[in-house]
């Protein structure tokens, strides 16, 4: 086989490379077309599907389920890189985020969602928070929390020594009826 003819074809080719925190990218494309060739950027790295941002922290691309917006600082942060409130689901990177954890279930809860058990001082998110049924207090669901006692053989369960003085106080002013009433939960009407 002879061969005939012979030609160098120039074909100019960009390649472009990218540092972003602890990821470099490779970006290489037909200059005269724009076809790409290869596109590290291009998918998630977690699910192929196509990107929409780069984390501010670490670098990494990422798709619009594995990305979120920081709603402080505005600023795009991957999966590991933030926290999401579990009560409000509002994204925060963990340089702004403001609030504590769940002692219950460890999730993140932000400042304006966040409760605080009235006896021992933990945060709470809303699924693992009770309130006092004589009070109204937020409280533990832990059963060490409560105290139990017994009115007219009714069993009251109280968030602190504090409300159970002041209900105390309540039933002992009132006459053997109201007793009854109190113990009971029902309340005389008008």
């Given at each position: 086989m002879k061969e005939r003819y012979s030609a160098i074809i120039n074909v100019p080719i960009w390649n472009v490379t990218y540092k972003e925190g602890a990821y470099t990218?490779?970006?290489?494309?037909?200059?005269?077309?724009?076809?790409?060739?290869?596109?590290d950027m291009a998918l998630c790295p977690q699910?192929?599907?196509?990107?929409v941002?780069?984390?501010?922290?670490?670098?990494?691309?990422a798709c619009s389920s594995h990305i979120v917006k920081c709603a402080?600082?505005?600023q795009l942060f991957c999966l590991a890189d933030s926290v999401k409130c579990v009560n409000c689901e509002t994204p925060y990177c963990k340089a702004d985020k403001k609030g504590a954890f769940c002692t219950a279930?460890?999730?993140?809860?932000?400042v304006n969602d966040e409760a605080r058990c009235v006896t021992c001082d933990s945060p709470?998110?809303?699924?693992?928070?009770?309130?006092?049924?004589e009070c109204g207090n937020t409280i533990c669901q832990k059963s060490d929390?409560?105290?139990?006692?017994?009115y007219l053989g009714v069993k009251k369960k109280f968030c602190s020594e504090k409300c159970q003085s002041q209900y105390d106080n309540e039933y002992r002013s009132k006459s053997s009826l109201g007793k009854l009433?109190?113990?009971?939960g029902k309340k005389k009407h008008d």
């Amino acid at each position: 086989m002879k061969e005939r003819y012979s030609a160098i074809i120039n074909v100019p080719i960009w390649n472009v490379t990218y540092k972003e925190g602890a990821y470099t990218y490779v970006r290489e494309y037909f200059a005269t077309t724009g076809k790409p060739l290869r596109d590290d950027m291009a998918l998630c790295p977690q699910c192929k599907q196509p990107t929409v941002g780069i984390c501010r922290k670490c670098g990494l691309t990422a798709c619009s389920s594995h990305i979120v917006k920081c709603a402080v600082c505005d600023q795009l942060f991957c999966l590991a890189d933030s926290v999401k409130c579990v009560n409000c689901e509002t994204p925060y990177c963990k340089a702004d985020k403001k609030g504590a954890f769940c002692t219950a279930c460890g999730g993140f809860v932000c400042v304006n969602d966040e409760a605080r058990c009235v006896t021992c001082d933990s945060p709470l998110c809303n699924e693992d928070k009770s309130y006092c049924e004589e009070c109204g207090n937020t409280i533990c669901q832990k059963s060490d929390h409560t105290i139990e006692r017994r009115y007219l053989g009714v069993k009251k369960k109280f968030c602190s020594e504090k409300c159970q003085s002041q209900y105390d106080n309540e039933y002992r002013s009132k006459s053997s009826l109201g007793k009854l009433r109190s113990s009971i939960g029902k309340k005389k009407h008008d």
